[in-house]
């Protein structure tokens, strides 16, 4: 078995055997029912993999997808313009920096579909791509912009950065609106949702599917899939930790399982976690170990957050969808980061019950309660939960 660690271009992964757990009917839904999309998922959760499926199908490239789900859907293959922009991978603590990734993939498309000199503006050239890329095929462009808000997450706390940056993203990203009638499909994701903050004020048609129940396993692996894909992998895990199967699918679910997404749907494991643990054969923090988001750190620190609210948080659908309110509440940084997750549903009042998904997550917050160093150092209260741990430790002893 190959596990697509850390791979996340489709094409890759069905050309070179990688494990693939079929997500096309889906990716059809999507690309069929509407428009315009945002999908906020935690870090690591499958996001760049499902834009690069979309941008596969779009590009008619039916070889890759024979066999799975979407072969027995789709009839006509056609074949779009697809504009791809993954603003995941740089450093943006310089407004120059933005401008440079944004400029290099604008070149990018000038070079396919041409440019005008009269176009100056990173808006002005978008707009203008998107023109001649409709025009020039005779089909509407499909755009995929994957982790839009990084920009916003590497700046949080750097206030006169961060409006620079929501004034750029405002206008490259709400050309999508103005050139409606070029445009296919626009698909956005990222980790959290700048709503209000105007990053997408001028591109208010998005239908936001973050929390919509027909689409809470578009990214993740449920237990079903787990069962029906590598049982097998599943039963080698449990043998090289002493464990029979249905024990070591026990541990499986308390250890990544339990991202919920909608207050109805199936919990769903972290793909990175689960799929790093079949191929050590062993049990292990992976996904928090990777790295807690200097992001998340900031805002803690900002709030001077303490871990005991984590087990008791309650928010709207409205505040789970928002980060408008960062400066004085972290929850919805939280849930959408992945850290906390939907556990309960007050139908009544249409507030969400919040706790830590699994024991990896759960674990990796106690860490820090266990290292009163690292509390300092970010400046988080912390001091309740860590003399809570201290008096179990107590006890134990």
């Given at each position: 078995m190959k596990y697509p660690i850390g791979i996340q271009t489709f094409s890759e992964i069905i050309n070179k055997g990688?494990?693939?757990?079929?997500?096309?009917?889906?990716?059809?839904?999507?690309?069929?029912?509407?428009?315009y999309y945002f999908l906020s998922r935690p870090r690591r959760f499958g996001k760049s993999l499902l834009v690069t499926t979309l941008e596969a199908y779009f590009q008619g490239r039916k070889e890759l997808f024979e066999g799975l789900?979407?072969?027995?859907?789709?009839?006509?293959?056609?074949q779009y313009p697809v504009l791809h922009i993954d603003l995941?991978?740089?450093?943006?603590?310089?407004?120059?920096?933005?401008?440079?990734?944004?400029?290099?993939?604008?070149?990018?498309?000038?070079?396919?579909?041409?440019?005008?000199?009269?176009?100056?503006?990173?808006?002005?050239?978008?707009?203008?791509?998107?023109?001649?890329?409709?025009?020039?095929?005779?089909?509407q462009v499909v755009i995929l912009v994957d982790e839009y808000d990084k920009p916003l997450l590497q700046t949080i706390g750097n206030t006169e950065l961060q409006d620079n940056y929501r004034k750029i993203l405002k206008g490259f990203y709400g050309v999508a609106k103005t050139m409606d009638a070029c445009i296919r499909l626009a698909f956005f994701t990222g980790v959290t949702k700048f709503s209000k903050v105007s990053v997408f004020s001028d591109l208010n048609n998005l239908e936001d599917i973050s929390l919509s129940e027909q689409y809470a396993e578009i990214c993740g692996i449920t237990e079903q899939e787990i069962r029906d894909n590598i049982d097998a992998q599943v039963g080698e895990l449990a043998a090289a930790n002493g464990l029979t199967k249905e024990e070591c699918y026990g541990r499986l679910k308390e250890q990544y399982d339990g991202y919920h997404?909608?207050?109805?749907?199936?919990?769903?494991?972290?793909?990175?976690?689960?799929?790093s643990a079949l191929k050590r054969k062993e049990f292990g923090d992976q996904w928090f170990q990777s790295g807690t988001p200097t992001f998340l750190v900031e805002v803690l620190k900002r709030n001077n957050y303490d871990l005991e609210q984590l087990t008791r948080e309650e928010a709207t659908a409205d505040l789970l969808g928002s980060l408008d309110a960062i400066d004085?509440?972290?929850?919805?940084?939280?849930?959408?980061?992945?850290?906390?997750?939907?556990?309960?549903?007050?139908?009544?009042?249409?507030?969400y019950r919040l706790g830590f998904p699994n024991q990896e997550v759960e674990r990796g917050f106690n860490s820090f309660a266990h290292d009163p160093r690292k509390l300092y150092k970010i400046g988080v209260n912390f001091s309740s939960e860590t003399r809570r741990i201290q008096n179990w430790k107590a006890v134990e002893r």
């Open positions: 990688y494990l693939y757990f079929d997500k096309t009917a889906l990716v059809h839904k999507l690309a069929n029912d509407s428009k789900a979407i072969s027995k859907l789709e009839t006509e293959w056609k995941n991978a740089a450093d943006y603590r310089s407004e120059e920096a933005l401008i440079s990734i944004i400029d290099g993939h604008l070149r990018q498309f000038e070079r396919t579909f041409g440019k005008d000199p009269d176009e100056h503006t990173v808006s002005e050239r978008f707009k203008g791509v998107i023109q001649r890329a409709c025009e020039q095929t005779g089909r997404f909608h207050p109805n749907s199936a919990g769903m494991y972290n793909p990175f976690s689960l799929l004085t509440n972290p929850t919805p940084l939280l849930y959408q980061s992945g850290y906390l997750t939907i556990k309960g549903y007050d139908s009544e009042f249409g507030t």
